[in-house]
């Protein structure tokens, strides 16, 4: 019995999922998306802040250049997200 009623379940998110969004769900959906972007980019922001703190306190070349590359590969992120 109870596979019946999962399948069932299935079934309709299925159907609902090739359903066209409400105004309302596109606007909760764009909502959603604009938070995520807004954690990525601070979660960008705080580690290019660690990075520029351990390049200040850093003596040994081989890991300034680490984290020279590192910080590249963070400010590239940030771009393609700002």
Known sequence: MARGWE????????SQSS???SKEDQQRQ??????????S????TLTRARIM??????????YKELLNRELAHVDGELATLK
């Open 30 to 39: 764009k909502k959603a998306l604009n938070a995520d972007k807004a954690r």
């Open 19 to 21: 359903e066209p969004l």
């Open 53 to 62: 703190e351990q390049l200040e306190r850093s003596t040994n070349d081989r």
């Open 41 to 44: 980019i601070q979660a960008l």
């Open 7 to 14: 399948s069932k379940s299935v079934e309709e998110q299925q």
